[in-house]
């Protein structure tokens, strides 16, 4: 599935879902008849009279242009007077009928590569829930423009790395629970074997051993609980091992964080 039509998925998801009129979004990029970003509006959803296609909204300016500059979500009651935001393109959005408004970007490898809006054609503020809707399809689609981009699409790959992984776990927990050094010496040798030892990034992260086994079992597609029952240990503290294990790896999302730690060579990839 490529980046537009996860993020046409989003915005009909959004649409539907959030109440608002219209749904649009648009990619973080350099046009070339510009020398800085701009988010260039060319996806929509709902009722638009067209005055908003093609429109490059400056980084900095407009409300698309500001939450990019933020780096999070920005909702505003009214965008023709709100005093949160330039008003550059007043002249658009009020052909377009527009009153409340939010925007919340996408972030992937800590930079802006879209922003997704939410408005409606009344006088009425959005919604706590629509704004909701809004920010959780953009995280959503990180974690799968995140997946699209790092991720091995062969099945046949993607099977063969889970059993490794699946693999990497068990010899892992087999390790701890051997009393004889040699004998755990030497599964830990053969638990490293299956680690890629020319990593593509972050080739100086550490984890702890349990923030490996934490995300190795995630990487099975385990969630809190599971891992909490597979390690011994409590669900909070699993979340803790995973959350620390995120920060060092540079990582917003558990999904992002399993994939950057295979091409730190700290899982099976």
Do not use: C
């Amino acid at each position: 599935m490529s980046e537009t039509t996860s993020v046409r998925d989003a915005l009909r998801r959004i649409r539907r879902s959030s109440g608002v009129s219209l749904a649009f979004a648009g990619m973080v990029s350099v046009p070339p008849t510009r020398q800085r970003q701009a988010v260039r509006l060319e996806h929509f959803e709902g009722a638009t009279r067209g005055a908003l296609n093609g429109v490059a909204v400056d980084v900095g300016h407009g409300l698309g242009g500001k939450v990019v500059t933020m780096r999070r979500p920005l909702a505003v009651d009214d965008y023709l007077r709100t005093p949160q935001i330039t008003h550059r393109y007043n002249p658009i959005i009020a052909t377009e009928g527009l009153g409340a408004m939010a925007a919340v970007p996408v972030i992937v490898d800590r930079s802006p590569i879209a922003v997704l809006y939410g408005a409606v054609h009344t006088d009425n503020p959005l919604g706590g829930r629509a704004f909701d809707i809004l920010a959780d399809e953009a995280r959503a689609l990180e974690q799968r423009i995140v997946a699209e981009r790092l991720s091995v699409a062969s099945p046949d790959r993607d099977e063969l790395r889970d059993r490794l992984t699946d693999a990497y776990s068990r010899l892992r927990r087999l390790q701890r629970s051997v009393a004889d050094e040699t004998l755990a010496a030497e599964i830990e040798r053969i638990g490293d074997g299956l680690l890629d030892d020319t990593p593509d990034v972050n080739p100086a992260v550490r984890l702890t051993q349990r923030e490996q086994d934490v995300l190795a079992l995630a990487a099975l597609g385990h969630g809190n609980a599971r891992i909490a029952e597979e390690l011994g240990i409590g669900v909070q503290t699993a979340k803790g091992y995973m959350k620390d294990a995120m920060a060092k790896l540079g990582a917003t999302t558990r999904l992002e964080a399993v994939v950057l730690a295979r091409r730190s060579g700290l899982l099976p990839g």
